[in-house]
């Protein structure tokens, strides 16, 4: 095993290094590679660590409903591999990292590796999505230990069919934990809300309504398909559908100029307070500014969100690689990124995790 592994490292630095010459550049614009730049020229700066495969909710568009098979503990990253990777990333160019899961907030060293990570010199952001269930008791101590940005999802603001996505109670626990976020001066406070056909698309206008006098970020997220979310493109509301039915009712609702890595495309209704952002991974892709990779919580460097080839970087940092050979195992990974997933309709039949094992 030790063996192969080393022999599988050294076929990747060779391959990392003669991928190194085909990089296409600009001859006015001259830049060496760098380990986190892929071969069509984009640089990730954005690392998203999941912290757990477990979670309190049961949401139907992410869990299956037979559950997932959850790895063992053995397996899953430590506190101190957590924080070396990132320190390998950040050393790379990652100037923002987002914890996310599973649920992150169940992880009981979440306020420790919070802190830590704040203390790595060049990463200027630390992010968490979670579900809010516990950030009444949870929220004041991240703060403290550095969290910059917090997004919460939140489907409904109906509280009996929160019941229904999620399988569990608990929407009046989330919006206290919205309303602390606020009064702890997150600003914006952003809302993570995927929109499904017949199941609350007919609150999309009500969402948007919260944007009025507070600063809301709400984003809606086209419904995507995971192995085991019986994905069903009937189900998926598009960008423009969801565009259309707002501009119903706020004829001058416009889009904002976005900046150059930003998935979400930012709308606003003029003289509101907050604004709404759009994630159109589906119908329309942003692959070709994509500046994000992904480590799963048994550690696999993941550099697609929609594509299925990982690699173990757990297991390097176990079979004691040198951080070198780990930075030519990371390398040779985001080089063989592809250009742009495989396409809507494909990406439905392909075998993928499910979205609670890959992290939002
Ligand atoms: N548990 C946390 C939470 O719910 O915020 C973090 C993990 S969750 C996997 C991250 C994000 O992915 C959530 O905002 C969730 O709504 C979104 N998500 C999960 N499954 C999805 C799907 N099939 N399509 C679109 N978004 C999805
Ligand atoms: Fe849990 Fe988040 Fe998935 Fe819902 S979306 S089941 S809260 S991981």
Not at 32 to 48: E, I, M, S
Not at 58 to 66: D, G, L, N, T
Not at 76 to 100: H, M, N, S
Not at 172 to 177: E, H
Request: charged share 25%.
């Amino acid at each position: 095993m030790h063996k192969l592994f080393f022999r599988i490292l050294s076929d990747v630095s060779k391959r990392t290094f003669s991928t190194k010459i085909s990089v296409p550049v600009a001859k006015e614009d001259v830049k060496l590679p760098t380990v986190l730049t892929d071969l069509f020229g984009r640089n990730h700066t954005y690392l998203r660590i999941s912290l757990t495969e477990k979670c309190n909710l049961r949401c139907k568009y992410c869990m299956p409903a037979e559950g997932v098979k959850l790895t063992e503990n053995s397996k899953l990253l430590t506190t101190d591999e957590v924080l070396k990777i990132a320190e390998l990333f950040v050393k790379e160019g990652v100037t923002k990292i987002r914890l996310t899961g599973g649920e992150p907030t169940i992880r009981r060293d979440l306020v420790d590796i919070i802190y830590n990570l704040k203390k790595i010199d060049g990463l200027q952001i630390v992010a968490m999505t979670t579900n809010g269930l516990v950030l009444t008791k949870q929220l004041v101590s991240l703060q403290k230990a550095g969290l910059d940005i917090l997004n919460v999802s939140l489907d409904t603001l109906k509280p009996e069919r929160y019941e229904v996505m999620a399988r569990r109670k608990g929407w009046q626990r989330v919006m206290m934990g919205i309303d602390l976020a606020f009064q702890l001066g997150y600003n914006p406070v952003k809302i993570n809300c995927v929109m499904m056909k017949d199941f609350n698309d007919d609150e999309i206008c009500d969402f948007v309504e919260l944007t009025r006098d507070k600063n809301f970020d709400v984003r809606f997220i086209e419904y995507m398909p995971f192995t085991g979310n019986k994905w069903d493109v009937k189900k998926m509301v598009s960008y423009k559908d969801m565009v259309n039915k707002i501009r119903q009712k706020w004829p001058d609702f416009s889009p904002l100029e976005n900046n150059p890595n930003d998935t979400s495309k930012a709308w606003k209704v003029p003289g509101y307070e907050g604004q709404i952002g759009f994630i159109t991974s589906m119908s329309d892709h942003f692959c070709g500014s994509c500046n994000r990779l992904r480590i799963t919580a048994d550690g696999n460097l993941k550099v697609c969100l929609f594509g299925n080839t990982e690699v173990s970087l757990r297991d390097a940092i176990r079979n004691k690689c040198s951080d070198d050979d780990l930075t030519a195992l990371i390398s040779a990974a985001v080089k063989r990124k592809k250009k742009q997933h495989a396409g809507m309709m494909n990406i439905s039949q392909m075998a993928n995790r499910p979205m609670i094992l890959i992290g939002g």
